[in-house]
């Protein structure tokens, strides 16, 4: 219900004719699912999700990219250098990426280096990144660092996010909108 709530915040920033691009996180397959069921705005989706792919695939207002690779993971994704390569190419709006793990001080951290690499792309192809991720990410420490905050654009996550994180949020000028 929570990445649900994400979900369809992230969607209103999301404008007709846009080009956009969802990773792998299951946050990033209901924000599909509210593309699929609001036929209002024409998107262009680039995804590396087979689960976010398989939903938009041929509803009428999405045009979608699908990303080659291994598929490995649980929601299933390519998610290797092939992946990375083929991101590469494009140039998106907006990117709507989940993550393992959200500190502060240190940014956007991942659990392992196919993860981070994919993410990495994802984030440097778009002109604005949208992080979206329920409050449990926060302070969770991993061991690989896929971007500064500075590179977010903002944060979507929801309204159990403690006192002090977002006291540090203010402190990091991360933008945040809490649902």
């Known amino acids: 219900e929570k990445k649900?709530?994400?979900a369809r915040k992230a969607y209103t920033y999301i404008e007709n004719r846009e080009s956009i691009i969802l990773d792998d996180s299951t946050t990033a397959y209901y924000l599909a699912k509210c593309i699929r069921e609001n036929a209002g705005k024409r998107?262009?989706?680039v995804t590396n999700a087979i689960a976010c792919a398989a939903l938009l695939s041929g509803v009428r207002h999405v045009d979608l990219f699908l990303a080659g690779g291994a598929v490995i993971g649980n929601p299933p994704s390519a998610l290797d250098n092939i992946t990375a390569r083929?991101?590469?190419q494009f140039h998106v709006d907006?990117?709507?990426v989940g993550v393992n793990g959200i500190n502060l001080k240190v940014g956007l951290t991942s659990i392992g280096t196919p993860?981070?690499?994919v993410k990495k792309v994802m984030i440097q192809?778009?002109?604005e990144t949208y992080v979206i991720a329920d409050s449990s990410k926060f302070g969770n420490g991993n061991m690989f660092t896929v971007c500064p905050i500075s590179d977010i654009t903002?944060?979507?996550?929801?309204?159990d996010l403690s006192e002090e994180y977002r006291k540090m949020a203010v402190e990091a000028e991360?933008?945040?909108d809490l649902v």
Do not use: S
């Open 125 to 127: 192809i778009a002109e």
């Open 43 to 45: 998107v262009v989706v």
């Open 154 to 159: 903002r944060i979507i996550t929801d309204t």
């Open 94 to 96: 907006k990117a709507f």
């Open 86 to 88: 083929f991101l590469g």
């Open 4 to 6: 649900e709530r994400i």
């Open 174 to 176: 991360a933008e945040i």
């Open 115 to 117: 993860q981070m690499d």
